[in-house]
T-cell receptor, first 114, second 114 residues
């Protein structure tokens, strides 16, 4: 079974631009969560999608958004990029997103904002 | 709000020695608790989780953790360290609210000396 895949793996953008990251979950998984990992703030939960609906959201500004498609693939978008958005963005999938479900993580997308 | 504290940003052990990584949580109700490992340039991998069954939880790669309510702790141990255990370890907590919305500790880097 293929694991969680994220594209692209590396990305360089400049301040003010916008960016879209993609995540393909494990086949059969309907929940996709996104996380931001930075040296300063550590690992933080961004949001979770289930059946094309955002079900949970972390404490991030509205510049961070996402969506999920009918095949469970998910994208996250960051508009008006800031230097502080430089981070590793991780996607994780699970069967239902339940609190005892096991999440499987992708390798991440490394975003650098110049 | 719940929080997680991992004591020691770096832990150094010799190969074959006991590994002990500390995690304390702050929550009014015993939450679900998780340990993850992250190898360089990879996403997170679940090592083990506590969901209120046995307080001693066995995970992959020979790791185990014990939930101690009186100490609000969930320390990770392994009897004998291997070189391949060198990685970043994260403790996470999630409230019992239905969905998995984790709060992560800052991580502990495990260094294994030959």
């Amino acid at each position: 079974k293929a694991g969680v895949t994220q594209t692209p793996r590396y990305l360089i953008k400049t301040r003010g631009q916008q960016v879209t990251l993609s995540c393909s979950p494990i086949s059969g998984h309907r929940s996709v969560s996104w996380y931001q990992q930075t040296p300063g703030q550590g690992l933080q939960f961004l949001f979770e999608y289930f059946s094309e609906t955002q079900r949970n959201k972390g404490n991030f500004p509205g510049r961070f958004s996402g969506r999920q498609f009918s095949n469970s693939r998910s994208e996250m978008n960051v508009s008006t990029l800031e230097l502080g958005d430089s981070a590793l963005y991780l996607c994780a999938s699970s069967l239902t997103g339940g609190e005892t479900d096991t999440q499987y993580f992708g390798p991440g997308t490394r975003l650098t904002v110049l | 709000a719940q929080s997680v504290t991992q004591l020691g940003s770096h832990v150094s052990v010799s190969e074959g020695a006991l590994v002990l990584l500390r995690c304390n949580y702050s929550s009014s109700v015993p939450p679900y608790l998780f340990w993850y490992v992250q190898y360089p340039n990879q996403g997170l991998q679940l090592l083990l989780k506590y969901t209120s069954a046995a307080t001693l939880v066995k995970g992959i790669n020979g790791f185990e953790a014990e939930f101690k309510k009186s100490e609000t702790s969930f320390h990770l141990t392994k009897p004998s360290a291997h070189m391949r255990d060198a990685a970043e370890y994260f403790c996470a907590v999630s409230d019992r609210g239905g969905s998995y919305i984790p709060t992560f500790g800052r991580g502990t880097s495990l260094i294994v000396h030959p």
